[in-house]
């Protein structure tokens, strides 16, 4: 059985870690374990031309709402890089590897979590291929690199589905994700959008079914080291 311990969840963008693994997240810290939390973009500039003053302010309104998100999942142990959002594909990727090798290093995590390489938004999939560059097996070997799937980014991709191979009961934690999430009023529109209250139960539920449970995650794991 796979055993999580510390954790280190790395998210292209602030509301990422709710969406993909806020009900472990809750779960861990419950349990006594360690997660800390790394956002690689700051998941806001991307919606404008330039970059202003105003843009600045709601990069750092964001902040603050993931902040409150994390407080309300238990985290207390976060990094904001704020590379520009949607422009991953602007900077040299072994840079991100190396924010990511160094947030490693220092935190030295059993498990790491992040985006999976199928999701439609571009930012996603670069932080995924960084993780996987940055968690090479050599040196300090992470034992366990899993996908999580984010709802408006991994279900949108219409050729190719998620399959997850784990799931993790969130029926006690499904509620706190949930709290979490409105946290980010900017980032949560109305049903039948994919983040509402009612889509994120949905897919809980749905994996709960798949799983025998009434609320569930599902990841998929891409390396583990029993």
Not at 43 to 71: D, H, P, W
Not at 102 to 109: F, H, T
């Amino acid at each position: 059985m796979l055993h999580f311990g510390k954790t280190l969840v790395v998210a292209a963008h602030p509301d990422d870690e709710v969406l993909g693994c806020g009900g472990l997240i809750a779960r861990l810290i419950n349990q006594g374990e360690h997660v800390r939390v790394v956002f690689i973009a700051e998941g806001t500039s991307c919606r404008y031309e330039a970059l202003n003053k105003k843009v600045q302010e709601e990069i750092s309104f964001r902040n603050q709402c993931s902040i409150e998100a994390m407080r309300s999942l238990g985290v207390s142990s976060y990094n904001f890089y704020n590379l520009p959002c949607g422009r991953l594909d602007k900077e040299p990727i072994i840079e991100i590897a190396k924010i990511i090798e160094k947030e490693i290093l220092d935190y030295m995590p059993t498990t790491v979590l992040t985006h999976s390489s199928i999701d439609v938004h571009n930012d996603h999939k670069i932080t995924y291929r960084a993780v996987v560059q940055a968690t090479r097996p050599v040196g300090k070997i992470v034992k366990n690199l899993l996908s999580f799937e984010i709802l408006s980014s991994t279900e949108w991709n219409y050729i190719e589905a998620f399959m997850p191979n784990i799931f993790v009961d969130v029926t006690s934690t499904i509620n706190t994700k949930i709290n979490a999430m409105h946290c980010y009023s900017t980032e949560q529109p109305k049903y039948p959008h994919p983040r509402s209250d009612k889509g994120i139960k949905s897919l809980a539920s749905m994996r709960g079914s798949q799983s025998g449970v009434e609320y569930a995650e599902g990841f998929k794991v891409i390396r583990s080291f029993l």
